[in-house]
Protein backbone atom coordinates (compact mmCIF):
# COMPACT_ATOMS: atom_id res chain seq x y z
CA UNK A 1 0.00 0.00 0.00
CA UNK A 2 1.07 3.25 -1.13
CA UNK A 3 -0.55 6.62 1.15
CA UNK A 4 -0.26 9.96 -0.64
CA UNK A 5 -1.03 13.24 0.91
CA UNK A 6 -0.68 16.56 -1.38
CA UNK A 7 -0.76 20.00 -0.20
CA UNK A 8 0.15 23.41 -1.66
CA UNK A 9 -3.28 24.39 -3.40
CA UNK A 10 -4.85 27.60 -3.39
CA UNK A 11 -5.90 30.73 -4.81
CA UNK A 12 -3.57 33.00 -7.60
CA UNK A 13 -4.09 35.24 -10.22
CA UNK A 14 -3.69 34.75 -13.66
CA UNK A 15 0.60 34.75 -14.25
CA UNK A 16 0.90 33.91 -10.73
CA UNK A 17 2.73 30.41 -9.60
CA UNK A 18 2.04 27.64 -6.88
CA UNK A 19 4.02 24.64 -6.12
CA UNK A 20 2.02 21.68 -5.36
CA UNK A 21 3.40 18.69 -3.55
CA UNK A 22 2.70 14.76 -2.78
CA UNK A 23 4.57 13.11 0.14
CA UNK A 24 3.98 9.22 0.16
CA UNK A 25 4.59 6.73 2.56
CA UNK A 26 4.08 3.28 2.97
CA UNK A 27 5.64 1.06 0.07
CA UNK A 28 6.98 3.86 -1.44
CA UNK A 29 9.77 1.15 -3.18
CA UNK A 30 6.71 -0.06 -5.02
CA UNK A 31 5.56 2.61 -7.06
CA UNK A 32 7.29 2.64 -10.89
CA UNK A 33 5.81 6.45 -11.99
CA UNK A 34 4.23 9.60 -9.69
CA UNK A 35 1.67 11.70 -11.74
CA UNK A 36 -0.14 14.30 -11.34
CA UNK A 37 -3.57 14.90 -12.41
CA UNK A 38 -6.57 17.60 -12.70
CA UNK A 39 -10.29 17.50 -12.65
CA UNK A 40 -12.27 20.50 -13.28
CA UNK A 41 -16.30 20.68 -12.18
CA UNK A 42 -17.57 18.69 -15.41
CA UNK A 43 -15.16 17.53 -17.04
CA UNK A 44 -13.02 14.51 -16.46
CA UNK A 45 -9.95 13.95 -14.80
CA UNK A 46 -6.69 15.03 -17.24
CA UNK A 47 -3.02 14.22 -16.79
CA UNK A 48 -1.23 16.87 -16.32
CA UNK A 49 2.64 15.87 -15.80
CA UNK A 50 4.39 12.19 -14.42
CA UNK A 51 8.13 11.02 -13.42
CA UNK A 52 9.49 7.78 -13.28
CA UNK A 53 10.81 7.29 -10.04
CA UNK A 54 14.30 5.59 -10.61
CA UNK A 55 15.12 7.88 -13.26
CA UNK A 56 13.45 10.76 -13.17
CA UNK A 57 12.85 10.91 -16.99
CA UNK A 58 9.09 13.17 -17.12
CA UNK A 59 6.48 13.56 -19.23
CA UNK A 60 3.88 16.46 -19.77
CA UNK A 61 0.66 17.00 -21.14
CA UNK A 62 0.71 19.61 -23.92
CA UNK A 63 -1.23 22.42 -22.42
CA UNK A 64 1.11 22.68 -19.58
CA UNK A 65 4.75 22.16 -21.51
CA UNK A 66 6.91 24.74 -20.29
CA UNK A 67 4.92 26.42 -17.55
CA UNK A 68 4.55 23.07 -15.34
CA UNK A 69 7.70 21.43 -13.70
CA UNK A 70 7.05 18.10 -12.67
CA UNK A 71 10.18 16.97 -9.64
CA UNK A 72 11.07 14.25 -6.83
CA UNK A 73 13.19 13.91 -3.83
CA UNK A 74 13.75 10.52 -3.16
CA UNK A 75 15.04 10.91 0.06
CA UNK A 76 11.54 12.71 1.48
CA UNK A 77 9.25 10.62 -0.81
CA UNK A 78 7.80 13.97 -2.03
CA UNK A 79 6.83 14.75 -5.83
CA UNK A 80 6.32 18.14 -6.51
CA UNK A 81 4.64 20.34 -9.48
CA UNK A 82 5.78 23.72 -9.86
CA UNK A 83 3.07 25.69 -11.63
CA UNK A 84 4.10 28.80 -13.57
CA UNK A 85 2.09 31.25 -15.98
CA UNK A 86 -1.19 30.06 -14.77
CA UNK A 87 -3.93 30.55 -15.93
CA UNK A 88 -8.15 30.77 -15.08
CA UNK A 89 -8.64 27.02 -17.46
CA UNK A 90 -5.28 25.71 -14.70
CA UNK A 91 -8.44 26.19 -12.21
CA UNK A 92 -9.30 22.13 -10.84
CA UNK A 93 -8.43 19.75 -7.74
CA UNK A 94 -4.81 18.46 -8.53
CA UNK A 95 -3.88 14.85 -7.68
CA UNK A 96 -1.34 12.79 -7.01
CA UNK A 97 -1.46 9.21 -8.25
CA UNK A 98 1.34 5.82 -8.24
CA UNK A 99 1.51 3.88 -10.52
CA UNK A 100 3.47 0.06 -9.59
CA UNK A 101 4.33 -0.90 -12.96
CA UNK A 102 4.59 1.42 -15.82
CA UNK A 103 4.34 5.14 -17.27
CA UNK A 104 1.05 6.37 -18.50
CA UNK A 105 -1.01 9.48 -19.34
CA UNK A 106 -4.22 7.32 -18.37
CA UNK A 107 -5.91 7.70 -14.57
CA UNK A 108 -6.99 3.83 -14.58
CA UNK A 109 -3.55 3.11 -14.93
CA UNK A 110 -2.69 4.53 -11.43
CA UNK A 111 -3.43 2.49 -8.04
CA UNK A 112 -2.84 5.17 -5.21
CA UNK A 113 -4.68 8.58 -5.35
CA UNK A 114 -4.21 11.10 -2.85
CA UNK A 115 -7.20 12.87 -1.84
CA UNK A 116 -7.00 16.26 -3.78
CA UNK A 117 -6.10 19.98 -3.43
CA UNK A 118 -7.98 22.55 -4.94
CA UNK A 119 -6.11 24.94 -6.96
CA UNK A 120 -8.22 28.18 -8.31
CA UNK A 121 -6.67 30.58 -10.66
CA UNK A 122 -8.72 34.40 -11.09
CA UNK A 123 -8.60 36.60 -14.23
Known amino acids: QVQLVESGGGGVQAGGSLRLSCEAS????????MAWFRQAPGKEREFVAA????????YYADSVAGRFTISRDRAKNTVYLQMNSLKPEDTAVYYC????????????????WGQGTQVTVSS
Open 97 to 112: AASQWRYSSSPSQYKY
Open 26 to 33: GRTDSSYA
Open 51 to 58: IIRSSGRT
